[in-house]
C-alpha cells in the first residue's frame, strides 16, 4: 500500500477484555516497529520485528501484551485483560532495513 | 541509557515570525537523530534527520536543525512559520541510520507549537 495502516482506527472496551490491533507495513518493509503514545509517557517503543522475528521483547509493558508478526508482513499487537492505564494511542512503523521509519495514524484505545 | 528532552512544552509564535524549538539528547555513542512532526489525528511524519557530516540540515517544509555535539543539542528552526506548522513536534535518537533496531527511538515528551495570527 501507499503507507503503513492500522486497524481499528479506534477501539473502547470494558476493563479486562482482550483487543487486537492490527498492522499493516508498507510492502517491502522487513522492519515493524510499535510504540505506545500516552499522555503520562509520550511516546515508547515497544518492540521490533526484523521479518518475523522479535528479538527483544522487554519493552513490552506487562506480560499481558504480546505481539507477532506472520509473512513478514501484517502484525498484530495483543493486549489481554485490559486495564484502564492501557489507554493511549498505539503507533506502528515500518522500515527498510537501514531506511527511515514510516508512521501509521495510530489506533486509539480506550479502557473503560 | 538514551534520553531526548525537549525543554519547552508549549510555544506560542506569530505567524510569520521565526520559530526555534530546542532539544537535548544523552547518548553513548554516536547519535542518529530525527525531528518528526504530529498533527492532529495523524500518525509522526519525519522532518529531517541528522547521522554525519555537515552538522546543518535541510527537511521538509522549510525546517533545518544544526546538531551541536559540544552542546548534546540538535535544535530545530524555521526562518517563518505558517498556520499550517501548528502541530506537535519530536525530537528522537536512536541507533543506526532508521533510528531503529531492537531499541526503536527514544523520543522526547514533544513540543506543541501555537500559531498566532
Known amino acids: 500500500g501507499a503507507g503503513v495502516s492500522q486497524s481499528p482506527s479506534n477501539k473502547v472496551t470494558e476493563k479486562g477484555k482482550d483487543v487486537e490491533l492490527r498492522c499493516d507495513p508498507i510492502s517491502g518493509h522487513t522492519a515493524l516497529y510499535w510504540y505506545r503514545q500516552s499522555l503520562g509517557q509520550g511516546l515508547e517503543f515497544l518492540i521490533y520485528f526484523q521479518g518475523n522475528s522479535a528479538p527483544d521483547k522487554s519493552g513490552l509493558p506487562s506480560d499481558r501484551f504480546s505481539a507477532e508478526r506472520t509473512g513478514g508482513s501484517v502484525s498484530t499487537l495483543t493486549i489481554q485483560r485490559t486495564q484502564q492505564e492501557d489507554s493511549a494511542v498505539y503507533l506502528c512503523?515500518?522500515?527498510?532495513?537501514?531506511?527511515?521509519?514510516?508512521f501509521g495514524p495510530g489506533t486509539r484505545l480506550l479502557v473503560l | 541509557a538514551q534520553s531526548v528532552t525537549q525543554p519547552d512544552i508549549h510555544i506560542t509564535v506569530s505567524e510569520g515570525a521565526s520559530l526555534e524549538l530546542r532539544c537535548n539528547y544523552s547518548y553513548g555513542a554516536t547519535p542518529y537523530l530525527f525531528w518528526y512532526v504530529q498533527s492532529p489525528g495523524q500518525g509522526l511524519q519525519l522532518l529531517l534527520k541528522y547521522f554525519s557530516g555537515d552538522t546543518l540540515v535541510q527537511g521538509i517544509k522549510g525546517f533545518e536543525a544544526e546538531f551541536k555535539r559540544s552542546q548534546s543539542s540538535f535544535n530545530l528552526r524555521k526562518p517563518s512559520v505558517h498556520w499550517s506548522d501548528a502541530a506537535e513536534y519530536f525530537c528522537a535518537v536512536g541507533a543506526g541510520r532508521s533510528g531503529g533496531g531492537a531499541d526503536g527511538l527514544t523520543f522526547g515528551k514533544g513540543t506543541h507549537l501555537i500559531i498566532q495570527p
Open positions: 512503523a515500518s522500515s527498510r532495513p537501514s531506511g527511515t521509519q514510516y
